[in-house]
């Protein structure tokens, strides 16, 4: 490109968006009958569940309100018929065929729309949150860009901790808790509301609620304590960023986010199980394309593929964690767990961790058997005919020990038990203990 044309594509750009500005406008006036006189047209831009970006359009005539939402990636349109009511917005959406292919409810508080969106039987659905903006929006943002991993230690009520904390989405944390006193990690889990306040839960590997934190997060910057009065404030002191990858259509629909690191050779591992799973997916969505009911309310956001990352365990010398894989065409998950060496940049198997001389694999076993009848569940028949048949075959380094996982199960979840360190001491290697000592 010469740079007389680039130049010229720079002072057409905003003829562009105002065209398109009008474009919509005049779509969505051409939506009510001709002598309906309209209060206002506003533009919006959101995402439904989180991820997949959309834009909306909307006019409103102080009784019904009709628009239209737009896919920002698959560029797949739908138009909105509904109204607005003592602050509350319902709208129907309609897909080519003028079928009813799923439905729009949410408050509207300011500029911002907070709702829901439900395919047509209620059978799919997904968070709704919506902006509004001074004009269309044609370019989709990074999904990615509201998401992070972040490290933070501080005394909480006489008791030193470290956390770390995911924020997988606008509404949900997760992570773990490392009490230092104790030398035991927890998960956690809670929930972020819209003014930041947040409530988490700890659980112990048998299932029990140990402790709840209450607090407030701005941008990365925690404030938490165990109750309202007695809380400190914290920054992170490491952390990292999320990549995220997300595409939806009328039928079909994927999204993925994973770790990103400094350190290429990780970031080249992730990338490998990244794009094996996004190819995978890609090639079932061009065969559902191909089928003529495509295009058919019953298979609105039928045909659905999620993947996630969870890490346990970051410093300077190495990252654990989880690869979730699920899909709506294939039973089951497909779940990968990883330990990385950044100073070596090569994955950490049993054998760089347990002495080869040891029979560590029987201690490991035996101890597994004996933990996993104190959990909560045990006494339940049909959770302890599942654990057994599961192997904890999955395994994760954490600060107080080493982690064995089994696979996930849509009702128990993973189960893990963690092993302590002192507890393993006389089965593991010199260099493992010199490279987690920090």
């Known amino acids: 490109m010469s740079k007389l044309q680039a130049i010229f594509l720079i002072l057409l750009s905003p003829i562009f968006c105002l065209a398109q500005k009008?474009?919509?406008?005049?779509?969505?006036?051409?939506?009510?009958?001709?002598?309906?006189?309209?209060?206002?047209?506003?533009?919006?831009?959101?995402?439904?569940?989180?991820?997949?970006?959309?834009?909306?359009?909307?006019?409103?005539?102080?009784?019904?309100?009709?628009?239209?939402?737009?896919?920002?990636?698959?560029?797949?349109?739908?138009?909105?018929?509904?109204?607005?009511?003592?602050?509350?917005?319902?709208?129907?959406?309609?897909?080519?065929?003028?079928?009813?292919?799923?439905?729009?409810?949410?408050?509207?508080?300011?500029?911002?729309?907070?709702?829901?969106?439900?395919?047509?039987?209620?059978?799919r659905g997904g968070n709704l949150f919506l902006t509004e903006t001074n004009k269309v929006v044609t370019f989709p943002s990074y999904c990615g860009d509201n998401k992070w991993i972040r490290q933070y230690q501080g005394l909480i009520a006489n008791n030193k901790w470290e956390i770390l904390l995911q924020k997988e989405s606008s509404d949900q944390l997760t992570g773990l808790i490392y009490n230092k006193n104790e030398n035991l990690s927890y998960s956690i889990k809670g929930k972020l509301e819209a003014n930041h306040n947040f409530i988490i839960k700890a659980k112990n590997q048998r299932g029990q609620i140990v402790e709840t934190f209450v607090g407030y997060l701005e941008k990365d910057q925690l404030t938490i304590g165990k109750n309202k009065s007695n809380k400190i404030t914290l920054q992170p002191f490491d952390g990292l960023t999320?990549?995220?990858?997300?595409?939806?259509?009328?039928?079909?629909?994927?999204?993925?986010?994973?770790?990103?690191?400094?350190?290429?050779?990780?970031?080249?591992?992730?990338?490998?199980?990244?794009?094996?799973?996004?190819?995978?997916?890609?090639?079932?969505?061009?065969?559902?394309?191909?089928?003529?009911?495509?295009?058919?309310?019953?298979?609105?956001?039928?045909?659905?593929?999620?993947?996630?990352?969870?890490?346990?365990?970051?410093?300077?010398?190495?990252?654990?964690?989880?690869?979730?894989f699920s899909n709506t065409w294939t039973p089951g998950q497909k779940l990968i767990s990883f330990n990385f060496d950044f100073e070596n940049d090569r994955m950490i198997y049993l054998e760089d961790v347990f002495k080869n001389k040891k029979d560590y694999q029987k201690y490991i076993k035996n101890y597994i058997k004996k933990e996993i009848k104190n959990h909560n569940l045990y006494s339940d028949t049909d959770f302890k005919k599942w654990v057994k048949k599961n192997d904890f075959s999955y395994f994760t380094i954490r600060k107080d020990g080493i982690c064995f996982s089994t696979k996930n199960s849509q009702l128990y979840g993973r189960q893990s038990v963690t092993i302590p360190y002192r507890q393993l001491q006389p089965f593991l290697k010199k260099s493992f203990i010199a490279m987690i000592k920090e």
Not at 37 to 60: M, P, S
Not at 250 to 261: C, E, L, M, S, V
């Open 22 to 123: 009008v474009e919509a406008k005049d779509y969505v006036k051409a939506l009510f009958e001709s002598q309906t006189e309209i209060q206002w047209i506003k533009h919006y831009k959101g995402r439904i569940d989180d991820l997949n970006d959309v834009a909306i359009t909307l006019g409103f005539d102080g009784d019904n309100c009709k628009g239209r939402l737009t896919y920002l990636r698959s560029h797949i349109s739908f138009n909105l018929d509904g109204y607005i009511k003592s602050g509350r917005i319902f709208l129907q959406e309609f897909d080519q065929k003028n079928e009813i292919s799923g439905v729009l409810l949410g408050e509207i508080e300011g500029k911002v729309i907070n709702g829901s969106w439900k395919n047509f039987d209620g059978s």
């Open 242 to 324: 999320v990549g995220c990858i997300e595409y939806a259509d009328y039928a079909t629909g994927y999204d993925i986010t994973f770790p990103k690191t400094t350190n290429a050779a990780f970031n080249k591992q992730m990338d490998g199980e990244t794009n094996a799973w996004i190819k995978a997916c890609r090639k079932h969505m061009l065969s559902v394309k191909k089928q003529n009911n495509s295009v058919n309310p019953k298979m609105r956001a039928t045909e659905r593929g999620f993947a996630w990352g969870e890490i346990e365990y970051l410093s300077k010398s190495a990252i654990s964690g989880f690869m979730t």
